[in-house]
């Protein structure tokens, strides 16, 4: 198998692997007809080139293409600055190359051109968290999703006040504003405005309608602003709101009202948020708000040397400590690395030989809220607690946040890294 990038005649290929793989009921002859790509998306693949063209060193053509994926560049809050994270994406196989660990050589490949890159983490919207749990990953935070009838939103929303306005594409510096303000958490995203036009106005199924809200008369500063579709099935007509963003709370209280206008098109409202988001308190009737908490993003560390280096630690804290890392998908990662922490700051080198070590496996950092406790001289059959976990716990004992994006704008690699949470498809194999 040859890991190469996809080339843009290959994209056909490319994106009939996708089909196969999460929408079969099209049938084979069917042509997507998706969203542009942004363009910090990198599609990859292995290729199976026949023997004799492999021999002779040539390049390979689209029907080598055996299994897909790509990347994105993304710049995320991690700690408080904004770091270089790879969005992974749109991993699929096709029937035949299946159960032969192909996802698994293909993800290594991008975790190691990544880790050339100097891009120490990735994250993902899994399919299965079992999979990716093998592969690395783990769950970083947790998300929420209120359904609730538009009508009793109606002890939510204030008197009438300021204006709604139908936002498009060229306004999304006005929206950059708010998400800006909006989006504060760790692993919040740094947009750039192909990522607005691309992925927020833009959808694999049906654009969505995006409107904002002004305290004053359209045209002004957004204080606010909704992206929704709405969707039909066997139990009526749903809202299906995908970013509800807001400055302040009187914002927040005006797209509320806004949803509630919908009441005579649709059953329901159904609002994404934080995994403590709620609405009871302010419902005459709180049980009409149905609450239904998911697991979020999964993410690993690439480069755990480098990850370990560039995160922030609390004022005050020093440390000292040997990590023996165990890495079964990036290999490079295995051995023992020395820690040492000061002034905020962590530096990373090789151990000696006879320290003492604590044995630790990269696959849950920054993702689990109930860190092990670490212990000295593990045994290789005992669990292997993360270093990055049990670590985050140890140094930065507070509450972990839930996770969005931010809204600045960075370049890594002479590229755009002004995007979103790595959405798309996610992985068949």
Sequence with gaps: MQYRAVPDDHEAAFDAALVYAFSPERGPD???????????????????????????????VADDLAVVCG??????????????????????????????GLVRDLLT????????????FAALWPFE?????????????DTSRITVPPDALASACPEPAGAFERLDADDWPRLDAVYDAWASDDLRLDRGEDWWRCRVFQSWDTDPYVYGWTAGDAGDALGGYVVYTVTDDDDGKTMAVSEFAHRDR???????????????????????????????????????????VRPGPMVRLVDVASALEALAYPDGVATDAVLDVTDGTCPWNDGAVRLRVADGRGSVAPAEPGRPTRRWTPARWLGSRSAPTTSTGSSPSAPSPSPTIALARRLEPRSRRPIRSSGSTSERRGRSIRQ??????????
Excluded: K, M, W
């Design 30 to 60: 069917y042509s997507p007809d998706g969203p542009d790509r942004p363009a910090s998306f990198h599609a990859r693949g292995l290729y199976d080139p026949p023997d004799g063209r492999a021999a002779e060193g040539g390049d390979p």
């Design 71 to 100: 990347y994105y560049d993304f710049s995320a809050r991690i700690r408080g600055a904004f770091r270089d994270v790879a969005g992974v994406s749109a991993v699929a196989s096709p029937p035949e190359y299946r159960r032969r």
């Design 109 to 120: 490949d991008v975790h190691r051109e990544l880790r050339d890159d100097g891009v120490a």
């Design 129 to 141: 968290f079992p999979f990716y749990r093998r592969l690395g990953y783990a769950r970083v935070n």
């Design 250 to 292: 009187a914002a927040r209280d005006h797209l509320l009202r806004f949803c509630r206008t919908h009441d005579s098109q649709v059953e329901r409202v159904r609002i994404p948020g934080p995994a403590d988001t709620r609405l009871f308190d302010e419902l005459d009737d709180p049980r009409a708000a149905e609450t239904t």
């Design 420 to 429: 979103r949470r790595a959405t798309g498809y996610d992985t068949v194999d």
